[in-house]
């Protein structure tokens, strides 16, 4: 790594940081609360992605710092809402369970110890693809940021199944908890559930809902055009499609959160949300199909255009488009399945 | 300098965890994760600086949005028992 | 580097690191939640504020620093409004401010 610093500072850094995050984590096991333990995670997210950042490694930083910071804990929150917020206390002791733990947590730690030193340059992950990509990238595709180059080029059909599996993802969750076709009306009933009663009536939150509702339409512009920055600054600097949809879909989330799922709806309504999920996958798995009718190999993006490098860049942009595309409308599909189902009878306080 | 600084702001976010472990009421922790949220911000500005990389400071900026994103969910739920509600104030759910 | 420059950069990170430092005794030590919110607030105003300025030092006039004035503005658009809302939140939840008793006075919370 380059350092302005000296290295025992990264030390010192990376030593606090686990140690923070051990600490979180214990909080989170032992912790009886579901609430406190949700709040926790949200607090050990933001530690792993400044470990993260501090170990050089950004853009998976900026994923978790989006997704684990943001997004987790508000769903996670939306499903809270659905359940008990305290976690039932185990019956017996699990004895067992901990000695086979301890056992394979010692057998991995003995396993990594023949692995070579971290970051050493003559390991065998830096040796075959690793210093190809790195000379290779920027000539080749004309992105400079290598991560998003190798994401979406050299390694597109691992990006193309992560995108389906997170397109498969959300439709199991809106199959499994709105049902197919039952995304009308804020309320949605399983089959045979009996009747929840008149609709609870709204929070009363009249004084304290200037300030939050001016800020807000002050923020969603600003999280929008972040979005858009981060998604095709992606190149160029830590970013990209993941990272970007789950801010856009967080700047929707928010509105809703503020002004009611139904004013987020009119915003971003569900029949557009759930055209927009396989539509990301479709982007993708399109680009693939127009380099086949080019001539070239599917995903081969150097047949885009007339010049390599630059079809090679149109396409990292397009299919960034289709992860961005995949991944907020999803996240948003998540969020209105789990906003939108009845909740237990009331408040509780936690 | 930085390296002081650093070390200051993890004593800081040791002490915010501690609150956030510790804190009687649910406000508690919600304060402890937000100020928790806001020391990371420093902390990975503080970090690109030191390893001499500024383009941290985009995922700093992702940090505050995401952080007064989390803190208002979290509210909201305490407040309301779900997120799914919309709130009074004029027509329903009208801006 | 300008020697008065990297001094006056020293002297605000280390003031920046102090007042997260002050901030965070505060958020351990204070009674009640709505003292540790004014403890928290330091953070969010005078922690960053300082240190973003000693960081802006460092780097002079340049893309960098247009962002640290940008975090510091989001920063100061956002805080405010996530103490204010769950100061409300607080209150409207029953939490009352813990009272010192004095000897001898009638108190209301």
């Not at chain 1, 997210?45 to 930083?61: E, H, I, K, P, Q």
């Not at chain 1, 079809?311 to 990292?316: A, D, E, M, R």
Request: hydrophobic share 55%.
């Amino acid at each position: 790594m380059t350092t302005v610093g000296s290295p025992e500072i990264e030390l010192l850094l990376n030593a606090i940081l686990l140690l923070l995050m051990v600490v979180a984590a214990i909080g989170v096991i032992r912790l009886r609360n579901l609430f406190a333990v949700v709040l926790l995670s949200g607090v050990y997210s933001f530690l792993m992605a400044t470990l993260m950042v501090a170990l050089d490694a950004v853009d998976v930083g900026m994923t978790e710092a989006a997704v684990g910071a943001g997004m987790s804990v508000v769903l996670l929150l939306s499903v809270l809402g659905l359940t008990r917020t305290r976690e039932a206390p185990t019956r017996r002791r699990p004895i067992v369970p901990l000695i086979i733990s301890v056992v394979v947590g010692i057998a991995l730690v003995h396993g990594t110890m023949d692995l070579p030193p971290f970051g050493d340059p003559n390991a065998p992950a830096q040796r075959h693809v690793a210093p190809e990509y790195l000379a290779r990238a920027q000539v080749e595709t004309g992105a400079p940021n290598v991560v998003t180059a190798v994401l979406a080029s050299y390694r597109g059909y691992d990006t193309l199944g992560e995108v389906a599996v997170i397109f498969t993802g959300g439709i199991g969750v809106l199959v499994l908890l709105a049902g197919l076709g039952r995304y009308t009306g804020l309320r949605t009933r399983p089959p045979g559930a009996p009747d929840p009663g008149p609709e609870p009536k709204p929070v009363p939150l009249m004084e304290e809902t200037v300030v939050l509702r001016v800020a807000v339409k002050l923020l969603l512009p600003l999280i929008l055009v972040f979005a858009m920055y981060v998604q095709f600054h992606g190149d160029f600097g830590p970013g990209g499609g993941f990272q970007a949809g789950v801010a856009a879909a967080t700047a929707i989330i928010l509105y809703g959160l503020i002004f009611g799922i139904p004013a987020a709806r009119r915003v971003a309504p569900m029949r557009v949300v759930l055209f927009m999920i396989p539509l990301g996958v479709l982007i993708f798995a399109g680009t693939g199909v127009a380099s086949l009718l080019l001539g070239g190999n599917y995903l081969d993006y150097s047949v885009l255009s007339s010049v390599p490098r630059s079809g090679q860049h149109l396409g990292i942009l397009v299919v960034e488009f289709g992860v961005f595309v995949t991944v907020s409308s999803t996240m948003l599909g998540i969020f209105y399945a789990f906003a939108s189902r009845p909740p237990r009878d009331g408040p509780e306080p936690s | 300098m930085f390296a002081v600084a650093l070390f200051a702001v993890l004593v800081a976010l040791g002490l915010a965890i501690a609150r956030a472990l510790s804190g009687p009421t649910v406000f508690d922790r919600v304060l402890a994760v937000n100020s928790t949220g806001t020391l990371a911000v420093v902390l990975l500005a503080l970090t690109g600086f030191v390893v001499g990389r500024p383009e941290f400071l985009d995922i700093a900026i992702l940090y505050v949005l995401l952080n007064i994103v989390g803190t208002i969910a979290v509210l909201r739920f305490v407040r309301a028992g779900h997120l799914g509600d919309p709130i009074e104030g004029g027509p329903e759910g009208a801006p | 580097m300008d020697g008065v420059l990297e001094v006056a950069s020293w002297i605000t990170l280390i003031l920046g690191g102090a007042f997260c430092v002050v901030g965070g005794i505060g958020m351990w030590r204070l009674p009640d939640v709505f003292a540790r919110l004014h403890a928290a607030s330091l953070i969010d105003s005078l922690g960053i504020g300082f240190l973003a300025l000693g960081m802006a030092l460092q780097a002079g006039l340049s893309l960098v620093t247009l962002k640290l004035v940008f975090i510091v503005l989001l920063v100061g658009l956002t805080s405010p409004v996530a103490t204010h809302a769950l100061a409300q939140a607080a209150m409207h939840a029953g939490v009352k401010p813990r009272a010192i008793e004095s000897p001898g006075a009638e108190e209301d919370a």
